[in-house]
């Protein structure tokens, strides 16, 4: 009984993990959708703000080409008025202004080569976010599809462990199934440890050693008195394997029995 016992409460804190594994899952995929979905949406209004600079600037370019193509225009009409002039002075004056708006041509001239490459410059981070929201929706239209399968999965492996918990919980005794529930709310995994060669391997610390004498007579579940970890003795079975069922440790007893009578018959 004892044994099979501390095989249960070795099951119940393997369930007992993956149903809180499983749990998180379930609570992290709404959030990580989420977290998708916010991104994507942050990454459209970058997109619309690169695309509202890109019309400002558009609108910039236009304003200077219809500028210059203006003054052009001027100055060629001053070019032809230019013979025209009655004295010096009115000669002078028209070269000046030529000067002026050829001065100012020349100025916007290269406002507009800095505003083309400025344009070509923000193309180019445009398509990068184009690229970047392309396979953003790609992955949030995945991500959508495969979290109903995955959350489907998740609740079904939740109920078959639930009924594995209660099948392991009616084996363990209501006070040594309470004392395993209290400890694991208050420290971290594992509730229930080996001891080994006197020392528990939930703390490392040596235990008494009239506890770890009752502990190798096998009758009663007993917590390590520093860690109040529950114990069973590594001797009982391998700590770092399944423990065996008590029918295949009575198997185990009849066959070696078995050999004892042959041996003494010999």
């Given at each position: 009984m004892?044994l ?6 070795v099951?119940l ?8 594994v499983?749990?998180?899952?379930l609570?992290?995929l ?11 949406e ?7 703000q690169?695309?509202?600079k ?7 370019q ?19 008025k230019?013979?025209?002039a ?5 000669y ?12 100012i041509n ?13 344009l070509?410059?923000q ?9 970047e929201s392309k ?6 239209e ?6 109903k399968?995955r ?6 492996r939740?109920n078959a ?10 084996v ?8 395993y529930?209290?400890?694991?709310a ?9 001891v ?19 502990l190798?007579?096998?009758?009663q ?9 529950l114990?069973f003795?590594c ?23 078995s ?8």
């Amino acid at each position: 009984m004892y044994l099979e016992q501390i095989e249960q409460l070795v099951v119940l804190q393997k369930v007992d993990d993956e149903i809180i594994v499983l749990q998180q899952e379930l609570e992290n995929l709404p959030k990580e959708l989420a977290e998708l979905e916010q991104q994507d949406e942050e990454t459209g209004q970058r997109l619309e703000q690169l695309n509202d600079k890109l019309d400002i600037l558009k609108t910039q370019q236009k304003r200077l080409d219809d500028e210059i193509e203006d003054n052009s225009v001027k100055i060629k009409k001053s070019k032809s008025k230019l013979m025209m002039a009655e004295n010096t002075r009115e000669y002078h004056a028209m070269m000046r202004e030529m000067d002026n708006m050829d001065k100012i041509n020349r100025t916007r001239e290269e406002e507009r080569v800095a505003l083309s490459e400025e344009l070509e410059r923000q193309k180019e981070i445009g398509a990068e976010i184009t690229t970047e929201s392309k396979e953003l929706k790609e992955k949030l239209e995945e991500y959508r599809a495969s979290i109903k399968k995955r959350t489907t999965a998740a609740k079904k492996r939740l109920n078959a462990l639930e009924k594995q918990r209660n099948k392991a919980c009616e084996v363990v005794p209501k006070p040594v199934l309470g004392r395993y529930e209290f400890i694991r709310a208050r420290i971290h995994n594992p509730v229930i440890v080996s001891v080994i060669d006197g020392v528990c391997t939930g703390c490392n610390i040596q235990i008494p050693p009239q506890i770890f004498n009752d502990l190798q007579k096998g009758e009663q579940i007993i917590s390590c008195p520093n860690c109040q970890r529950l114990t069973f003795w590594c001797e009982h079975f391998s700590a770092d394997e399944k423990a065996p069922t008590s029918e295949a440790k009575a198997k185990e007893n009849a066959k070696k029995k078995s050999e004892e009578i042959a041996e003494a018959k010999e």
